[in-house]
């Protein structure tokens, strides 16, 4: 039986709510974004600010070491960590970060799927409470022993990569593929505006306008999705949250500047689409 599907507004998400900040940044939760690689140092940058911006208090980038010099003037805001090549071991910083993280991202800027899986393992090896895959990690998770993942586990993905982790072309519903997804993958999954529960619970939203379809705009929303989920919301939760609040910062950009827009812009955006949805 297809899934029913709840239809997102304002007024749903007002009702669900935000979690209080508190006062400090320790109170806000801590993320730790893996990923990166010589072709796309700055997708890190952009899911990490993101994180940020939605109210995460803490963010830690773990990149390979000849990125690492570069990010930290990029953004000072974050802490900045060496991942290991390989399969070799994280190290006491990193583990400690990584395990103190009240969610941890891993994909954004990866371009090579072996040492994508590597990474995969070495994180899963430590004590993750929450995980959050994109882009490339992804498209080695069908060939991954899910048992080794936390149990809270959140997906983001596009429609390519949707089809990568169904194994088969999309259908017409994309309620159903993205209940299949959850199902199979025992995680909470967003695509395109679709976040389905791995008990069978779905929910729509406008995924935004053409302007997202700009080169960063994923890393972004992943990294939204993840801040959302530090601050201890519930993982399905954190998806339509970050979904939502990605697509209406699109959608004010597009309304004030026009198609052209770069992911740059969005981070900024997602702190003022939540000032106003209070």
């Known amino acids: 039986m297809p899934p029913t599907t709840e ?12 979690p209080d900040p508190g006062g400090s940044k320790k109170s806000r939760g801590q993320v730790v974004v893996v990923g990166g690689s010589s ?11 993101a994180a940020l911006r939605v109210g995460a ?27 290991p090549p390989e399969d070799d071991a994280l190290d006491d910083a990193l583990r400690s970060a990584v395990e103190s993280a009240d969610a941890v991202l891993l994909g954004p800027g990866f371009d090579d799927p072996d040492a994508t899986r590597a990474a995969l ?8 409470s929450r995980l959050v895959l994109d882009a490339f990690a992804l498209g080695i998770l069908p060939d991954f022993d899910r048992g080794l993942l936390p149990t809270d586990l959140l ?29 199979r993958y025992s995680a909470v999954v967003h695509c395109f505006g679709t976040v ?14 053409s302007g997202l379809g700009t080169a960063g705009s994923g890393d972004v929303l992943s990294g939204a999705i993840t801040g959302f989920a ?5 993982p399905e939760r954190a998806a339509v949250w970050g979904g939502w609040t990605h697509a209406r910062a699109g959608d004010r950009l597009t309304e004030r ?9 969005l981070p900024a955006e997602l702190t003022a689409v939540l000032h106003d949805s209070r």
């Open 7 to 18: 239809d997102v507004t304002l007024s749903l998400l007002k009702e669900w709510g935000l």
């Open 39 to 49: 072709r796309s140092p700055g997708a890190v940058l952009l899911s990490g600010e």
């Open 57 to 83: 208090g803490r963010v830690g980038l773990a990149v390979p070491a000849d990125l690492a010099p570069h990010l930290g003037a990029a953004m000072p805001e974050a802490g900045i960590y060496l991942f």
């Open 121 to 128: 393992r070495t994180v899963a090896a430590a004590d993750v």
């Open 155 to 183: 997906i983001n993905a596009n429609e390519e990569e949707a089809a990568l982790l169904l194994e088969r072309e999309l259908g017409d519903d994309r309620a159903v593929d993205v209940a299949e997804i959850a199902r």
């Open 196 to 209: 389905a529960s791995p008990d069978g619970r779905t929910w729509r939203a406008e995924p935004g306008g």
């Open 230 to 234: 530090a601050l201890g919301m519930q």
């Open 257 to 265: 500047a026009g198609v052209g827009f770069l992911a740059r812009d």
